[in-house]
Structure formats: structure tokens, C-alpha cells
């Protein structure tokens, strides 16, 4: 028996979002999350503080949603809830701390918008650890 054109289409969408999930998370892990990490202090002194929650919540709020919550998407675990603390930590960047950005200045933001909203609309397709242990 053949593959169907369906089954081929299906194929390939499944790997186009789990292509999305690994570059988008990969690219915000390394740009920022993992810097916030490493260099904790010295990010949580500099950190803007929209809703005066304090720094050191706001850097941890930083961290689970350009660390932790990337490696869920990668995983394909809870992967649309996980997508939404990069959306409002995003969102919130450009509305609260930088709405003085111009689209140009801002346009790295719009993009993980744009593929994290993807990411929260889409799923995780069908790679995904619990597939690949058997779940």
C-alpha cells in the first residue's frame, strides 16, 4: 500500500511544527533566557519593573518564560500553555517597557509573537517526547 497525499501532507506539517518548536525556543533560550541565567545578578539589577513587582519576581518571571518554558515547547509537553508566558512576557515588553520602538526596532518582537502564537494555536504536532516514549 501506498502513502496517501494526506498522510504526506499530515508528515509534514507534523515536522514543520516541531521545526518551529526547536528553532523558536532554541533562538530564545540562547538570545535571552540563557543570559539571564548566567548572569543573574547583574540582569535582575538592570531588569525594567512595568508592574513594580519587584526585580528579583520580575527576573524569575524572565527566566521560567525564556528558559524553562522553551524547553516544554521543545519537549512538546503542555506545549500551548507553555507558549503563553513567552506571548505575555513579549507582549508586555512591547507595550509596557518599549512602546517607544519602532516597528523596525521592535520587529524581533512581533516575531516571537507570531511564532509563539503559532506554537499556542497549532500544538505540537505529533513529535513529541510522549510520542517518543510511547505516550
Known amino acids: 500500500m501506498g502513502v496517501t497525499l494526506a498522510q504526506l501532507t499530515a508528515s ?15 533562538v530564545v533560550m540562547i538570545i535571552h533566557g540563557l543570559p539571564k541565567l548566567r ?15 519587584g526585580k528579583t519576581l520580575t527576573i524569575c518571571f524572565a527566566i521560567f518564560a525564556e528558559v524553562v518554558c ?8 503542555l506545549t500551548r500553555f507553555a507558549a503563553l508566558p513567552l506571548m505575555v512576557l513579549t507582549a508586555i515588553a512591547l507595550v ?3 512602546p517607544e520602538w519602532t516597528p523596525q526596532q521592535a520587529q524581533f518582537a512581533w516575531m516571537l509573537l507570531v511564532l509563539f502564537g503559532t506554537i499556542a494555536i497549532a500544538g505540537p504536532g505529533r513529535y513529541t517526547l510522549f510520542a517518543l516514549v510511547g505516550g
Open 12 to 26: 509534514a506539517t507534523d515536522l514543520g511544527l516541531l521545526y518551529l518548536r526547536i528553532g523558536a525556543s532554541l
Open 39 to 53: 548572569h543573574f545578578t547583574s540582569e535582575a539589577a538592570a531588569i525594567e519593573d512595568p508592574f513594580h513587582l
Open 70 to 77: 522553551p524547553l516544554f515547547v521543545i519537549a512538546g509537553l
Open 96 to 98: 509596557r517597557v518599549h
